[in-house]
């Protein structure tokens, strides 16, 4: 108990509150790890689907044609997402720091929902996209997610994000 009272950098006497954290941990944990799960998967099919098209499309203008006109549509899908939520831009890693740090106070179902379909999209028009930084941030949405719901306080609301 110890270890962990130095990992939280608190000294709360009660041992019960220190079994309720580590509950919700797992709870969030488990919650995270189905959407980060899910977010990875969402990104390796349409990588696949990528290559059939292109594949497909070989040598025919004319789909050639329409395949840039998706891609010029999925292009303005993702530009409103980034509109509708601005902090689902980039890796996020820097954003949950800012997060953690009281600096933000990110709206977690926005950002989830528009960094799954824009990293998606994205990976779906072939551009070039990192796993990790947005997998932390959708992950560090998702525990903000579950931990709005945890009878807790500010403070172990950031634990719980860490």
């Known amino acids: 108990m110890k270890m962990i009272k130095q990992t939280l950098g608190m000294n709360v ?73 601005p902090n689902s831009l980039g890796s996020g890693i820097p954003l949950v720091m800012g997060e953690v740090k009281g600096y933000f106070d990110v709206c977690w179902w926005k950002t989830l929902i528009a960094k799954f379909i824009g990293g998606t999209l994205t990976a779906l028009g072939g551009l070039s996209l990192g796993r990790e930084g947005p997998s932390v941030q959708l992950g560090a949405m998702a525990a903000k997610g579950v931990s709005k719901y945890l009878p807790n306080s500010k403070t172990d609301e950031k634990h719980l994000l860490v």
Do not use: C, H
């Not at 919650?31 to 696949?48: A, H, I, K, Q, T």
């Open 13 to 85: 006497e009660n041992s019960k509150y220190y079994i309720k954290l580590i509950i919700q941990a797992i709870l969030i944990g488990l919650f995270s790890g189905l959407v980060v799960s899910l977010y990875r998967f969402g990104l390796d099919n349409p990588e696949n689907i990528l290559f059939s098209t292109l594949k497909y499309i070989q040598g025919d203008f004319l789909l050639t044609v329409a395949w840039f006109a998706m891609l010029a549509v999925m292009g303005f899908i993702t530009a409103l997402l980034m509109k509708w939520d």
